[in-house]
Each structure stands twice: as structure tokens, then as C-alpha cells.
């Protein structure tokens, strides 16, 4: 069992900033969890879940394209937590942003994870930016 908690999220106006936290258990238990994938996906309303970023136990890290340049991820292991900081945030960028994780190493792009290949998720954080 991998715990996820987001927060974070709020409300700003087009080309504002957040910055949304991922307190995960990932890092409390090494020796069971030596590899792991931690991503950031998202849900419009209407519109099917999307993977946002991506990074692993060896710190590669990949975005999606239209946040490429926008959005950075990383890790804190001393504080058990995931970041994904958010630049000039746009109004397409409105969403619920959800962490989640799996043991063993990312599956390529996060272009290329699918929300079946994830099995621990957070509950989730609004995040709504207005034109």
C-alpha cells in the first residue's frame, strides 16, 4: 500500500502560479519500494483523466506537451513529498489534479502511462484559474 495525499490546489487568475504538494509513503519504506513511478494526472470536467508529469525512483522526469516549460515536478524525499509547480497557468489548465504512484520504474513517457497502470491514488485537489 502506497498513501497519496494532494493539496494545494485553489483558485487564480490566468498566468498566476500554485504550487500543488503530494505527501506519499513511497519513501517511508525503501526496502520495499526501491523503484518507484510518481505522476501527476488530470480531469477536466467532461473530459477523460490525462497524465501530466512524471518522475521516478532515478529522477527522470517527463511532461506532457502543452505544460512543457510551464509545469516543473520533483521530489523531497526528507519531507515524503512530490511537488508539481505551476507556471502561467492558463484557463485549459483548470482541472482536479490527482498524484499517484505504482512500484517499479515509470513505463516510458508519462505520454505512455495510462490510468490503469497506477494503483495508488490521491483523492485529489481543484484547480481552477480564470480568464
Known amino acids: 500500500q502506497i498513501d497519496m495525499m494532494e493539496s494545494g490546489g485553489g483558485s487564480v487568475e490566468s498566468g498566476g502560479s500554485l504550487t500543488l504538494s503530494c505527501r506519499t509513503s513511497?519513501?517511508?519504506?525503501?526496502?520495499?519500494?526501491?523503484?518507484?513511478?510518481l505522476t501527476w494526472f488530470r480531469q477536466a470536467p467532461g473530459k477523460e483523466r490525462e497524465g501530466v508529469a512524471a518522475?521516478?525512483?532515478?529522477?527522470?522526469?517527463t511532461y506532457t506537451d502543452s505544460v512543457k516549460g510551464r509545469f516543473t515536478m520533483s521530489q523531497d524525499k526528507s519531507r515524503n513529498t512530490v511537488f508539481l509547480q505551476m507556471n502561467n497557468l492558463q484557463p485549459e489548465d483548470t482541472a482536479i489534479y490527482y498524484c499517484?504512484?505504482?512500484?517499479?520504474?515509470?513505463?516510458?513517457?508519462?505520454?505512455?502511462?495510462?490510468?490503469?497502470?497506477?494503483?495508488?491514488w490521491g483523492q485529489g485537489t481543484q484547480v481552477t484559474v480564470s480568464s
Open positions: 518522475t521516478d525512483s532515478d529522477f527522470q522526469t
Open positions: 513511497v519513501y517511508s519504506t525503501p526496502t520495499q519500494y526501491p523503484t518507484y513511478c
Open positions: 499517484a504512484a505504482d512500484p517499479g520504474h515509470c513505463m516510458g513517457h508519462i505520454k505512455r502511462i495510462k490510468v490503469i497502470d497506477l494503483h495508488f
